[in-house]
């Protein structure tokens, strides 16, 4: 679906993007975002230079002095519509990631117009100033392309993925959580699961839904499962293969944290989801011992210089970013605690994913010198061997978000006629 007029595409910024030498196959212009890594540097300096400043230039024409109902020129309507047609995470080089959206639907009446309003080229102006300053603020690391190639490959590729179910085991208490979780809020729905990986979570809850489906980036992460008749697609969580309004519940546990962009993953879960339907993020909370926690703080981070410096993924603020996205975007937020319990496990077993180095973060680190690292750091704190026991205490949260009212325009059934 094209929404942006032909007669603005030669204004639009990803035709200046264009000219500039980039020939990447482009994705359509539609109402969504579209992720496209790598990229490279010239087209983002391009947007920079010659898009935001004439925007910000008619915003400061006309912010002051003009009159609401006043007509601005066809040129700066053209401006407006060519930028607002496409936003863009910031990068810092070669192999950057980029996103794409059409020109937004709640703007698709001012582009119909050779010369738009005052008040609405303030409206263009707000759009994309506000879409600017989200997008620009994911830091994105340089020279480390995402979406499914690099999920697959970079992040869970066979090593890890043959490693991940015995590395990071789960109680059968946390099974039992999630079936009474998939009782009381999937009952018979539509459900969509992000990010199966084996199909830990899926094998639990996928009994209690109307219908279940899993998107997972990684093809090792979904052999490596077993499949008990799961429908698990290869998929980028950021640009998913399903129907707008398609799910009634989405739900996941700890993918979010390894997607490279959760703003892309919000605008999909938005898009996806009925009205009244909710997305719910699991939450395996742990709580061991405060020596252990300082012990996991200083074993992560020795891996992590051991791995060349890479930071953890699941530090980046990946779940901070994605709440504050939805709530933004009008989706109602409840916290609710399943269950919390005592439980003593070994020191092994608290520091489980380090012992292992079964983290994408730590992928440059084999299995002994990670095993070797949590023994040496452990016994430098005075906490014994790996097979010490340690009570602690778990627990279950869902952070649940309701799409209470429609987030768009263009998820808003059309009146018929
Ligand atoms: C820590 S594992 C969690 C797997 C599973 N949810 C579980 O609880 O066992 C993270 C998973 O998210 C997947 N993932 C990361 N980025 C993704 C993306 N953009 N789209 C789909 N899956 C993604 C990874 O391949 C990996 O299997």
Not at 199 to 226: H, K, L, Q, T
Not at 308 to 329: E, N
């Amino acid at each position: 679906m094209t929404v942006i007029p032909d007669r603005w595409r030669a204004r639009s910024a990803i035709d200046l993007v264009r000219e500039a030498g980039d020939g990447a196959d482009l994705p359509p212009c539609d109402s969504r975002f579209h992720y496209v890594p790598p990229w490279r540097s010239e087209a983002l300096e391009t947007l920079a230079e010659k898009v935001v400043p004439a925007v910000a230039g008619i915003a400061a024409r006309y912010a002051a002095a003009g009159r609401p109902d006043d007509l601005i020129t066809a040129d700066e309507t053209a401006t407006l519509v060519g930028a607002c047609a496409y936003v863009r995470l910031r990068g810092d080089g070669d192999g950057c990631t980029l996103a794409f959206g059409g020109l937004p639907s709640e703007l698709t009446g001012h582009a119909q117009h050779d010369r738009m309003t005052v008040r609405a080229a303030l409206e263009c102006v707000g759009w994309f100033d506000a879409n600017q300053r989200l997008l620009t603020a994911t830091g994105i690391t340089p020279g480390r392309p995402g979406g499914t190639a690099a999920a697959d490959g970079a992040l869970y590729g066979p090593e890890l993925a043959r490693r991940y179910d015995p590395a990071r085991q789960v109680t059968e208490q946390f099974n039992d959580v999630l079936r009474g979780f998939a009782k009381e809020f999937l009952g018979m729905r539509r459900v969509l699961e992000l990010g199966t990986g084996t199909g830990r979570v899926a094998r639990n809850i996928a009994p209690f839904a109307g219908s279940y489906v899993g998107i997972e980036a990684s093809r090792a992460m979904i052999d490596a499962g077993r499949r008990d008749g799961l429908d698990v697609r290869q998929g980028d969580m950021m640009a998913m293969p399903f129907e707008t309004g398609s799910v009634d519940v989405v739900v996941e546990h700890e993918s979010v944290d390894f997607c490279t962009e959760p703003l892309l993953a919000a605008t999909e879960i938005e898009r996806v989801l009925a009205l009244g339907g909710q997305f719910y993020r699991i939450e395996l909370e742990t709580v061991p011992a405060a020596g252990i926690t300082r012990l996991q703080d200083e074993i992560t981070a020795r891996l992590a210089k051991l791995s060349g410096g890479v930071f953890p993924y699941w530090t980046k603020g990946q779940r901070r970013r994605l709440h504050s996205r939805l709530t933004g975007r009008g989706f109602a937020h409840r916290r609710i605690r399943l269950a919390r319990w005592h439980e003593t496990r070994t020191l092994r077993n608290w520091l489980q994913g380090l012992v292992n180095a079964s983290y994408p973060s730590f992928s440059g680190v084999d299995e002994e010198t990670a095993s070797s690292t949590c023994v040496e750091l452990a016994r430098a704190a005075s906490m014994g061997d790996l097979d010490t026991k340690w009570p602690g205490e778990a627990g279950v949260v869902v952070h649940q978000y309701e799409a209470v009212e429609w987030c768009c325009a263009a998820h808003r059934p059309r009146p018929t006629t």
